[in-house]
Nanobody, 113 residues
Framework: QVQLIESGGGLVQAGGSLRLSCAAS????????MGWFRQAPGKEREFVAA????????YYVDSAKGRFTISRDNAKNTVYLEMNSLKPEDTAVYYC??????WGQGTQVTVSS
């Protein structure tokens, strides 16, 4: 059974940083794209970042470019999202996904102004 467990969320002041982790178990996903989405209260879930299987290509929503960095460690079956210069509008539940098929339970990120 595939499981994705996110961690690293929390409360941070504007301008601060957080590092989210998502550990996958049940299968090896080294060839699959992995990514992060987020959902703010009253809004639809939106794409944040994704990374190719080998880690050579990364994709970001415009609002995350220059502030967020996605990476992965295939030996650990884990994807990370380093978030810097956080803004109140980054407040959301962040979900990791493997190929849009498997999803984690989400981790709350709250950025205070």
């Amino acid at each position: 059974q595939v499981q994705l467990i996110e961690s690293g969320g929390g409360l941070v002041q504007a301008g601060g940083s957080l590092r989210l982790s998502c550990a996958a178990s049940g299968r090896t996903f080294s060839s699959r794209i992995m990514g992060w989405f987020r959902q703010a209260p009253g809004k639809e879930r939106e794409f944040v970042a994704a990374i190719s299987g080998g880690g050579s290509s990364a994709y970001y929503v415009d609002s995350a470019k220059g502030r967020f960095t996605i990476s992965r460690d295939n030996a650990k079956n884990t994807v990370y999202l380093e978030m810097n210069s956080l803004k109140p509008e980054d407040t959301a539940v962040y979900y990791c996904t493997i190929g849009g098929i498997y999803w984690g339970q989400g981790t709350q990120v709250t950025v205070s102004s």
